[in-house]
Nanobody, 114 residues
Framework: QVQVVESGGGLVQPGGSLRLSCTASNNSFIIRSMGWYRQAPGKQRDLVASISSGGTTNYADSVKGRFTISRVNAKNTVYLQMNSLKPEDTAVYYC????????WGQGTQVTVSS
């Protein structure tokens, strides 16, 4: 059984920063990619950023230049550094870890508001 545990969400003012982290509970499988989706109220869940096992990154256009995804393979952990946050970044952020199947975190709320 693999559990995916997220942390780091919260309330921040526009222009502020947050760092999300996500860890898989065990390393009994090959991790192919890791990343983050987000879902705002009344909207679909969209990809924010992903990182492959080789370190190739992919970002949504709306976060390019502001967000940075990174991973520490030895810790089965992926991070999302979010800078210059905007109110439109407000959403529940979901981490995923993909091996042969997808594992999802429980979601962490990010609220950007003054």
């Amino acid at each position: 059984q693999v559990q995916v545990v997220e942390s780091g969400g919260g309330l921040v003012q526009p222009g502020g920063s947050l760092r999300l982290s996500c860890t898989a509970s065990n390393n009994s499988f090959i991790i192919r990619s890791m990343g983050w989706y987000r879902q705002a109220p009344g909207k679909q869940r969209d990809l924010v950023a992903s990182i492959s096992s080789g370190g190739t990154t992919n970002y949504a256009d709306s976060v390019k230049g502001r967000f940075t995804i990174s991973r520490v393979n030895a810790k089965n952990t992926v991070y999302l550094q979010m800078n210059s946050l905007k109110p439109e970044d407000t959403a529940v952020y979901y981490c995923y870890i993909r091996g042969d199947v997808w594992y999802w975190g429980q979601g962490t709320q990010v609220t950007v508001s003054s």
